[in-house]
């Protein structure tokens, strides 16, 4: 079969991001950064007001800002009612708001439904990284993976990534953020049976990605 559609899970700082890409770079497939669009959405609820804390509140506003992510993964983009966002969807307020946003049902229902024609769209085919794309997004998906590393290297990962920041704080910060992705009802971040489990604690990201090319082309 000519397309081929790669889900790649995990919780944060396990490399998803960076591997997603490459992988998709490397085989010509297009590439979808579905946590973008959660930030994007939590970007447009912050900067409208809507209390956060209120899930019946948001999901009153749910369907009303417009998220186009561009998916060529050497310069993915996201834009929100055609502004772009970016940057300010990795600000710190933005990432601790996140999981409360991306809680809510209605919120869920409306950007899996844009994941899936983005999906269908890929005439290549396309790697989706996120944390239900195996389990829910698309269960139907030809590869699955599930990222893990220790907490450790994923804090470490992290500071690294935010310059200057501290290990602990960006550690304690992204435990509480998977604690809450894991626990929610709808969709959870989670493992699918059919997944394959990669622990990236010990390997370089060439090694992620080598591992990862491997396991499409034996699909392809
Ligand atoms: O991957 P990233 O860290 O940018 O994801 C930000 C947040 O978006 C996650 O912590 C999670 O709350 C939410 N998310 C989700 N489902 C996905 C991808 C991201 O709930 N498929």
Known sequence: RAT??????????????????????????????????YRAITWWMVSNGIDIEDPSAIAAVAGKPEIVSGTDPSGPTI???????????RT???????SAVSAVPEVRARITELQRSIASGAENGIVVEGRDIGTTVLPDADLK???TASPEARAARRSGELKGSDVQATREALLKRDAADSSRKTSPL???DDAVEV???????QQVIECVVTLVEEKR
């Open 4 to 37: 081929v559609i790669v889900a790649i899970d995990g919780p944060s700082g396990t490399g998803k991001s960076s591997t997603s890409k490459a992988v998709a770079a490397q085989l010509g497939l297009s590439y979808l950064d579905t946590g973008a669009q």
């Open 79 to 89: 834009t929100v009612d055609g502004t772009d966002v970016a940057g300010p969807i």
């Open 92 to 98: 710190q307020e933005v990432t601790s708001k996140v």
């Open 145 to 147: 993976i599930f990222l």
């Open 190 to 192: 989670a493992k699918a």
């Open 199 to 205: 622990d990236t604690s010990d390997l370089t990201l």
